[in-house]
């Protein structure tokens, strides 16, 4: 039997079965950061002469108990009248969390095997009851919580900024660097999105976990790991369901967000014109709907960070039908807006200026490019989605085949991304057509990137899915001043026919407008 107290000494849970199998559910849980304790402690009788094992240091260690105590019940047999067992204490344990800078006693638990894993925890030896009733918990818990206080201190970070803990999940369907390559780059987009990544654990899985993505154990793992590091968001690197979310967050006891939140999340902050913010608020409330039945009071999220920007700090709470509605009339201004950009690309097709769209995989630099040939002021920076809107200017380059000059129109489009959300790509079809319309394509690629080959298929298979095929494309290796030149051989091997180019450095510049303009003159000549 296990019985949990208050520090008032107020019995506040009482279950049958061991610590592990009794535990508080971790949204019961207060929540105060690595720094506390819970103000719970738990006393537990034991039929067996022995100190607290690995499973309920652990179930200590999860829900950051003040202490457990091992009451061991030594039996004399059973009643006459069949009443039960009678029996005495024994022998008592008092166990509880250690900082790590003070290990006195180290467990490893077997789910745990990462290298971060070691749970330091402080067992008693055997007491009497006696023994036991003259600790001084308050003091115990205090001096416990000014050790936990001045470590976290020593590792805090920003406190605007959430603590993430990373989840990947490796199938049979990705090669070992392509898993690599994912948890990076989920990494970045955390950064990107205003959070700090204090850890990442990984599982390889045959499939997929229908309840919680991963095993049990691992389950376990992930909230003893986010228990013990303060984390207050976990991250997976796929897309979650919505019973996945809630299954997750009912056992981790912190909120859980999937890959295309934190993408959703970086376009609400990048956003800046009209268009752009009701692009991103079309695609945020579509991804959300689903997701609201049951959220009880997970609607917490309202609180701020990662995957609750935009439209999800106002009213997620509201009803479904309300909702419904505001999708209906985003859907139709984004119709409007559709047919508003097609006017002007009518205009300019009656003109004859032809066009040119850049595109490829986010931070390839295409704002850059676009700055260094057209003299734009576009917002850039090292990081994924930095510009959200598409730009378009005037760029004059040389004819073909004549020594004359002529103008062209040159759009910087929104970055791709590996598997970019399909809510993405339907609210921000008005955008897209910008690809699809133009005369023809700029494929940029950041050559300096370790997956940049596989960047490039990424982005045709996106192209290949639009529902208009694009024009002709060039690709344009970016970043060439920060390659060795063995990787310069291997893409000029694979694709004889690019054009290399640093668009900081202003390398290539010249060779990438002659080259433009052929691009040109092949698509005019092939309308």
Known sequence: MCAYLNRRGQVIRVGVGT????????????????????????????LKS?????????????????ALVMLNITGTGFTRRGGGATGYVKEAYL????????????????????????LYFSISSPMSLDMLAEQDFIDLVEGLE????REFIAEEVDADHDRVLIVGVMTERLTLQQFHDTLAELGRLVDTAGGDVLQTLQQKRSRIHP????????????????????????????DLSPAQVRNLEA??????????????????????????????????????????????????????????????????????????????????EVNQL??????????????????VALVGYTNAGKSTLLNALTNAEVYTADQLFATLDPTTRRLVIPQAETDELQEILITDTVGFIHELPASLMDAFRATLEEVTEADALLHLVDLSHPAWLSHIRSVREILAAMPVTPGPALVAFNKIDQVDSETLTIAQEEFPLAVFISASERLGLETLRQRLSQLIQYAVDSR
């Open 50 to 66: 022995e100190p607290p094992n690995e499973v309920a240091l652990t179930a200590m260690a999860m829900q950051r108990l003040d």
């Open 211 to 238: 309840q919680t993505v991963i095993g049990e154990g691992k389950v376990q793992e992930v909230a003893l790991t986010a228990q013990t590091l303060g984390c207050n968001l976990v991250v997976f690197d796929r």
């Open 146 to 149: 000014e050790e936990f206080q």
């Open 251 to 332: 056992q981790i006891g912190v909120r859980v967000v999937d890959r295309t939140e934190v993408i959703l999340d970086i376009f609400a902050q990048r956003a800046q014109s009209r268009a752009g913010k009701l692009q991103v608020e079309l695609a945020q409330l579509e991804y959300m709907l689903p997701r609201l039945t049951g959220r009880g009071r997970a609607m917490s999220r309202l609180g701020g960070g990662i995957g609750t920007r935009g439209p999800g700090e106002t009213k997620l709470e509201t009803e479904r039908r309300a909702i419904q509605r505001r999708i209906s009339r985003l859907q139709q």
């Open 19 to 46: 610590p592990r199998q009794t535990q508080i559910p971790p949204l019961e849980l207060p929540r105060y950061g690595a720094e506390r304790l819970s103000g719970i402690r738990c006393i537990a009788t034991h």
């Open 95 to 118: 166990a509880h969390l250690v900082s790590d800078t003070k290990p006195l006693v180290a467990v490893q638990h077997s789910a745990l095997k990462t290298q971060d894993a070691a």
């Open 338 to 355: 559709q047919a508003h950009r097609s006017r002007l690309r009518q205009r300019r097709q009656h003109q004859e200026v032809p066009s």
